[in-house]
């Protein structure tokens, strides 16, 4: 005659645990709701406004970004005075991703208006800016001080 055994409670219980604590791990990286993507976008965009004020100052041209609501584009000042966009290399255009947009700029102060222009100059004369992004629960800062480090603030 076979017995047939089944488990106790408390293997029950372990076995839960780890599969509860094992998916409570996991879950973030399934989830990508607006306000993760609106922070990677936010960090995304103020590495990039970084990296053209760098670009400025180790090239000897100006560089901007054009901030438009759907997205932005960089710029190089070109000997004829003008802005031509920038088609490779580390600063490409972006848009935005779905349910994100451009809330608000300002650069020194002062209120960008649609595609408005954040310029670098060459010679390091940086200025302050601060760039929202919005999505549907909120908004995130990118905040930059002028001297080519920004950070980014959740609101």
């Known amino acids: 005659m076979i017995l047939s055994r089944g488990f106790s409670l408390a293997e029950v219980?372990?076995?839960?645990?780890?599969?509860?604590?094992?998916?409570?791990?996991?879950?973030?990286?399934?989830?990508?709701?607006?306000?993760?993507?609106c922070s990677r976008e936010a960090g995304r965009l103020g590495a990039l406004v970084d990296g053209a004020a760098r670009e400025s100052l180790l090239s000897g041209r100006a560089v901007s970004v054009v901030l438009a609501a759907d997205g932005y584009r960089f710029e190089?000042?070109?000997?004829?005075?003008?802005?031509?966009p920038v088609r490779e290399g580390s600063l490409p255009a972006n848009r935005y991703p779905d349910g994100i947009r451009m809330a608000f700029a300002q650069v020194d102060g002062n209120?960008?208006?649609?595609?408005?222009?954040?310029?670098?100059?060459?010679?390091?004369?940086?200025?302050?800016?601060?760039?929202?992004?919005?999505h549907?629960?909120?908004?995130?800062?990118i905040v930059g001080s002028g001297i080519g480090d920004s950070h980014v603030e959740t609101r």
Do not use: K, N, Q
């Open 76 to 84: 190089v000042r070109d000997r004829d005075g003008g802005w031509t």
């Open 136 to 141: 549907e629960a909120g908004r995130v800062r």
């Open 13 to 37: 219980l372990v076995v839960t645990a780890i599969l509860a604590v094992t998916g409570a791990m996991t879950l973030p990286s399934f989830v990508d709701t607006d306000a993760i993507r």
């Open 111 to 134: 209120a960008l208006g649609p595609d408005g222009r954040l310029a670098f100059s060459p010679v390091g004369d940086h200025p302050p800016f601060l760039i929202e992004l919005a």
